[in-house]
């Protein structure tokens, strides 16, 4: 029947059914959110208004303890109200009963297990060892004294001869050398066997030797000038003779296909550049550049590449880019390294500036969202506590663990502070690449002569 329904003229073909299709999302996830968020804000309004009701309740209602001044005043003063505090009495130590003559003493033992002590006020068993310690010890220290005071203090050696003492002026020998370190070395082992400081001087005096020795073969180097300050003596000829005089000459060109230091390479740059990070970049030179003495042969043609790289480390407040151009490669292919010439912009001041991104409304809702946070830190620390309350173990762990997070929070958004500002360089700037370098060329420039 459905598809008799269908075929019927009266059906339009374009008509959906209820029951056919996509069905449309409805708003139930966004009913569910809203009502959490509006909970949510209902539960921190309440907390906010018990907070400000606790704040600012009057003071006949808060809960005082019961008394006087005068009872806080005896409780803290105590017996003693006068301000005076009376030294404590010193009571004499008891006299031991002394017997009368002729009368009989009976000693009474305290402890009836321990060994009888001997007559005469003998000291108790542990003050008699720890003086027989200390006894031994002193007469221990009295023995390595003297044994010190009777031993050898010197060693008898030969002293080394240095390189100005020996015969004639001249150094000693590798051969000499090492019969004195020899001689040295058996004399030190025999009275090492008598006294035992006395290897530690010999090895000290073989070591010596060895040095003198070793240095006498070896000329002293001459002293270095110390380095003068930032003046202008640094950028003049240093030598003797007239002073007014210069040595240098003229020099003629190499070749008459030279491009001397001082000239400029116009060009235009391709690709972009973004100081967030380092790389290269490409540019294109937009005139013909000739040679430095006649003008007329043409070096670098129009529509040659330049290959070079920019720096990444911006300083707050830089707006220009370090930028340092190193080949050249020409129409036919064949390519040209010029070390690592700068960059200039038209009017002749070094790097590039295009736009500047200081990053302000970054900085700016660092600021704002980091002044929110110490206020929540401070209005998560209790107020301060009255007269007889204590601080419950919940209110200090909440307390810690505000500040704890406030403070890991607001570091996060410091470290976001600081951040130095991006510069962009767009394509289709104009420059000139400054020639530090003479470049000189076989010939004139002349497509695929390779």
């Not at 808060?62 to 030294?87: C, H, N, Q, R, Y």
């Not at 040679?291 to 830089?318: C, E, F, H, M, N």
């Amino acid at each position: 029947m459905s598809g008799d329904e269908d075929m019927s003229p009266d059906a339009s073909p374009g008509s959906v059914r209820r029951k056919s299709g996509v069905r449309r999302v409805n708003n139930l996830p966004v009913y569910l959110v809203g009502g959490a968020m509006g909970i949510f804000l209902l539960v921190m309004a309440l907390a906010a208004w018990d907070r400000s009701a606790q704040q600012n309740r009057p003071a006949d209602q808060l809960e005082a303890k019961a008394g006087s001044t005068s009872m806080f005043a005896s409780e803290i003063a105590g017996s003693e109200k006068d301000g005076f505090v009376a030294p404590a009495k010193s009571t004499a130590p008891p006299m031991p009963e002394i017997p009368p003559p002729g009368a009989i003493i009976v000693a009474r033992p305290d402890d009836l297990e321990a060994p009888p002590r001997p007559p005469g006020g003998a000291l108790p068993l542990e003050e008699q060892r720890g003086m027989e310690e200390r006894e031994r010890s002193r007469m221990d220290k009295l023995r390595q004294l003297d044994e010190a005071v009777r031993s050898r203090t010197t060693v008898q050696a030969a002293a080394p001869r240095s390189a100005g003492s020996a015969p004639g002026g001249v150094p000693l020998s590798r051969e000499e050398a090492l019969t004195q370190m020899a001689a040295l070395q058996q004399q030190a082992d025999a009275q090492g066997r008598d006294n035992p400081a006395a290897a530690y001087l010999a090895r000290l005096q073989q070591l010596q030797a060895a040095s003198l020795g070793d240095t006498a073969t070896r000329p002293v180097p001459p002293a270095e000038p110390a380095a003068g300050g930032k003046d202008y003596h640094q950028f003049d000829v240093q030598g003797q003779g007239d002073r007014w005089r210069l040595d240098s000459r003229a020099e003629a060109p190499r070749s008459p296909y030279e491009l001397r230091a001082g000239f400029i390479v116009p060009a235009v740059l391709i690709s972009g550049v973004n100081s967030d990070l380092p790389g290269q970049i490409v540019a294109q030179v937009s005139q013909d550049v000739f040679d430095t003495a006649t003008g007329k042969w043409r070096l670098i043609p129009q529509g040659s590449r330049l290959v070079g790289q920019y720096s990444s480390d911006i300083a707050y407040g830089q707006s220009r880019v370090l930028v340092a151009w190193q080949r050249i490669v020409f129409p036919d292919g064949k390519a040209m390294d010029i070390g690592s010439m700068p960059g200039a912009d038209s009017a002749g001041y070094a790097g590039f500036r295009d736009q500047v991104n200081n990053h302000y409304f970054r900085l700016f809702s660092s600021a704002f969202l980091m002044s929110g946070i110490t206020a929540g830190i401070a209005m998560s620390q209790p107020q301060t506590l009255s007269l007889g309350t204590r601080q419950s173990a919940s209110s200090a762990m909440s307390e810690a663990l505000g500040q704890q997070l406030g403070q890991v929070t607001a570091q996060l958004i410091a470290r976001n502070m600081n951040i130095a500002p991006t510069l962009e360089i767009r394509p289709g700037y104009r420059f000139n690449v400054i020639v530090t370098k003479d470049l000189t060329f076989s010939r004139p420039y002349k497509a695929f002569d390779y």
